[in-house]
């Protein structure tokens, strides 16, 4: 990305050269953990090298002047710092303005407006976390302009909050926290009830990541994750009238096995299940990761996908074919990533074996959807950070 094209674009914009600062902050794929992280389980993401940049100066007055390339056809949203309701004509803005609102909430000093061009390179709708991106690119430039003393940490948790109680997506910490933390080659082991986490070295020799993107777009808010995030809470507090436990992700699947009949509906079984045995795949993957055991590794990301499509059911027809054709070429692994009901598969691939994947899974995908898939070769990158103008 070209850092000065979007300076340039940004003085013609709002029409000041003067205080202009650069920040960026990454996509995530997560390569194994899904639906675990509200469910009190651990996760393995990793930041991505695309994601969100933003070009911000301060303002003399409280008028905040938002604007995104992604989405030109809405043009600058203005709107006032003293007034910051949501509103769905602003759109994508929301997510800015929501961060903005939880740093005031939450006692940090905000007093003048800004303008801020953000550019994104995540593909759109694609599951990737953009929403994330923008809260925490929106988080660092404001702490950089406003010499805020927050750490990175509590710029994470305030970025869910504006997507938990502004946007209104029950969504959990893991999104936010990759790529607030990611760090280049790592993936990130994350215990999400207490938010310890430890780099895992992804070293994938002579092996890609490879992200296949359904091209199906679907609206989180719009999608049946706060359906099953009920779901689960009902399981637990079924199996809390005889266990003494927190949350799902403090089952083994023994334990779970021994109890799950204290869960009386059977659908919220099957999801309390998931939950459970995707939370210790994880944990097992990050030692056969360590331990260099790869093939161990795509299997474990196999058996997550099977897990999503028969016991959580949020995958879908998209993903589900773009997954079983990865098998049908003897990936090492793959399976849907995010939240489902469309988005992307992430896939492990030997590098010597990319131009045919590609060509193999596109073609059996477009005969049995009609319409074509994306895909991108992806580096794991750094995290949230300021870039030098």
């Known amino acids: 990305m070209n850092i000065k094209n979007l300076v340039k674009e940004s003085v013609e914009l709002f029409n000041t050269k003067e205080n202009l600062q650069a920040f960026f902050a990454p996509g995530r794929v997560n390569l194994i953990g899904e639906h675990t992280d509200y469910n009190g389980g651990h996760v393995f993401p990793c930041a991505l090298s695309f994601g969100t940049y933003a070009i911000v100066s301060k303002r003399e007055d409280t008028q905040i002047r938002l604007y995104s390339k992604n989405f030109s056809e809405t043009g600058v949203v203005e709107v006032d710092l003293n007034n910051l309701a949501y509103d769905k004509n602003h759109a994508w803005a929301n997510y800015p303005k929501g961060v903005i609102m939880m740093f005031q909430e939450a006692g940090y000093d905000i007093p003048l407006g800004m303008n801020i061009l953000f550019y994104g390179d995540i593909p759109n709708g694609a599951g990737l ?34 997507e938990n109680q502004f946007i209104g997506v029950n969504c959990g910490i893991m999104d936010q926290f990759a790529s607030a933390m990611g760090k280049k080659d790592y993936g990130i082991l994350l215990d999400t ?46 199996l809390q009238k005889r266990l003494n436990i927190n949350s799902l992700g403090d089952l083994t699947q023994e334990e779970f096995e021994k109890h799950k009949d204290l869960i009386v509906n059977p659908v919220e079984r099957k999801r309390a299940k998931h939950a459970v045995y995707e939370n210790q795949r994880t944990i097992k ?18 058996q997550s996908h099977t897990s999503l499509r028969d016991d959580y059911e949020v995958s ?17 692994g793959a399976r849907m990533t995010g939240a489902g009901f469309g988005g992307c598969t992430v896939n492990l691939v030997y590098n010597d074996k990319i131009q045919d994947f590609i060509e193999q899974v596109g073609k059996k995908y477009k005969e049995i959807i009609g319409y074509e898939a994306d895909f991108y070769v992806a580096t794991i990158g750094d995290g949230t950070r300021n870039i030098r103008i």
């Open 129 to 162: 976390s953009s929403s994330a991106s923008i809260e925490l690119v929106t988080s660092i430039a404001l702490k950089e302009l406003f010499h805020l003393e927050i750490s990175m940490i509590e710029m994470v948790k305030l970025s869910q909050k504006a």
């Open 316 to 332: 879908c027809v998209e993903l589900d074919t773009l997954v079983e054709a990865a098998w049908e070429q003897n990936v090492i």
């Open 193 to 238: 009830n207490t938010l310890k986490y430890q780099y895992a070295p992804v070293k994938l020799e002579d092996i890609s990541i490879i992200i296949a993107n359904t091209n199906k777009r679907r609206g989180l808010t719009e999608s049946k994750y706060n359906e099953r995030r009920r779901e689960c809470e009902n399981a637990l507090k079924d």
């Open 285 to 302: 993957a990050v030692k056969t990761l360590n331990n260099g055991d790869i093939d161990l590794f795509g299997e474990l990301i196999n």
